[in-house]
């Protein structure tokens, strides 16, 4: 009998995770009038924790403007970043909205809106460091977040992946950095958008090297049976490009328009 019920509930599992798989969830998003949208909430200045504990930033202001566009209250859902597309296809989130790089293997996963914002893989060092370029980090610990396209970014240049002494992963870019300030590692490897946000809050202290890993552009993961979802949010976007609440949540966060046009 123990070995029926474990059976029947493995079964049941499947097919729940099925249907989130095969199944468009607009209508139901619709119903309930709520947008769970999934994400790092300690990846400023896109999304992160505010002095009140809250979760403010550039995409959480744009998820919210968009969702409202379509009637809808956005409700964020923290999740483990290396995790969070398992946890778009199980049906957890409804979104992934928080600096998401648009990958082809990614694309193989999940459907994305059309990219929204340009982005790059810069390294970043200690002020004063010897390392002056990407063949400086030859020998050296460079750290970045696990399983963030840093990571990837990273094993796609086979040089500096080879020459370097340790790779060190972090839960997120605040350790690793914070890891860089104690002089625990050497480098760490980071989107252009969050790094430069890190420096501008630690004058003095961090240096970026003026050779880069790569540009890339962000977009919002939704799961690939989700085509109305899709569309919907996509034309909300938009919406929001053309009506200038794109670049007012911009002008907010960087001082300037930063979306694609």
Known sequence: MKKILEL???????LAFGCNENQDSWKQIKEKGVIVVGLDDNF????????????????????????????????????DWDG?????NKGDID?????????????????F?????ANGQIVVVQAGSPIKSLADLSGKVVGLQLGSSSQ???????????????????????????DLAAGRIDAVVVDEIVGRYYIAKKP??????????????????????DKELVKQLSG??????????????????????????
């Open 44 to 79: 400023p200045p896109m999304g992160f924790r505010g002095e009140n504990g809250e979760i403010v930033g550039f995409d959480i202001d744009l998820a919210k403007a968009a969702a409202a566009k379509l009637g809808l209250r956005a409700e964020f859902k923290p999740v």
């Open 204 to 225: 003095g202290m961090y240096v970026v090297l003026d050779e880069n890993l790569g540009q890339e552009e962000y977009g919002v993961g939704m799961r690939k049976a």
């Open 84 to 88: 969070i597309v398992m946890s778009l």
């Open 152 to 178: 990837k970014a990273l094993d796609s240049n086979a040089g500096v992946k080879s020459a370097i002494k340790d790779e060190r992963k972090y839960s997120n870019n605040t350790e690793a950095l914070m």
């Open 8 to 14: 029947f509930f493995a079964v049941c599992v499947l």
């Open 95 to 111: 979104v992934i909205w928080n600096g998401l790089t648009i990958t082809d293997e990614r694309k193989q996963r999940i459907a």
């Open 236 to 261: 909300a976007i938009e919406q929001l490009k053309q009506d200038g609440t794109a670049d007012e949540i911009s002008q907010q966060w960087f001082g300037q328009s930063v979306l694609l046009k």
């Open 113 to 117: 809106s059309p990219a929204y914002m």
